[in-house]
């Protein structure tokens, strides 16, 4: 399994950013897959995935309206539009292989990671 994410960078507040994941060795079909951030001094937390059990989306309540999740499944990427940053979007933002989680793929969840990317969004 590998994944490789990139596309951040420095951002105003309002503006947009789109991450990409580039990822080989698996399918959804054995995993899910999402975008997960770190803020400084901050645990991990999911922003958007697709559960391999039922092929559906979900995004955390903080991105709602604001983030998107497509994919190109001809390409192996995994897309993450980010529109209307906030200062409080600033982390490191991961893509990963979720291998098992709970009810939501949103997490707790185990999982391989790619190297991160950071999104800065100045205020």
């Known amino acids: 399994v590998q994944l490789q994410a990139s596309g951040g960078g420095l951002v105003q507040s309002g503006g947009s950013l789109r991450l990409s994941c580039v990822f080989s060795?698996?399918?959804?079909?054995?995993?899910?897959i999402g975008w997960f951030r770190q803020a400084p001094g901050k645990e991990r937390e999911g922003v958007s995935c697709?559960?391999?059990?039922?092929?559906?989306?979900h995004y955390a309540d903080s991105v709602k309206g604001r983030f998107t999740m497509p994919r190109d499944n001809a390409k192996n990427t995994l897309y993450l539009q980010m529109n209307s940053l906030k200062p409080e979007d600033t982390a490191t933002y991961y893509c990963?292989?979720?291998?098992?989680?709970?009810?939501?793929?949103?997490?707790?969840?185990?999982?391989?990671w790619g190297q991160g990317t950071q999104v800065t969004v100045s205020s």
């Open positions: 060795g698996f399918t959804l079909d054995d995993y899910g």
């Open positions: 990963g292989a979720l291998y098992a989680y709970g009810s939501t793929c949103l997490g707790p969840v185990t999982g391989s």
């Open positions: 697709i559960s391999s059990r039922d092929y559906v989306t």
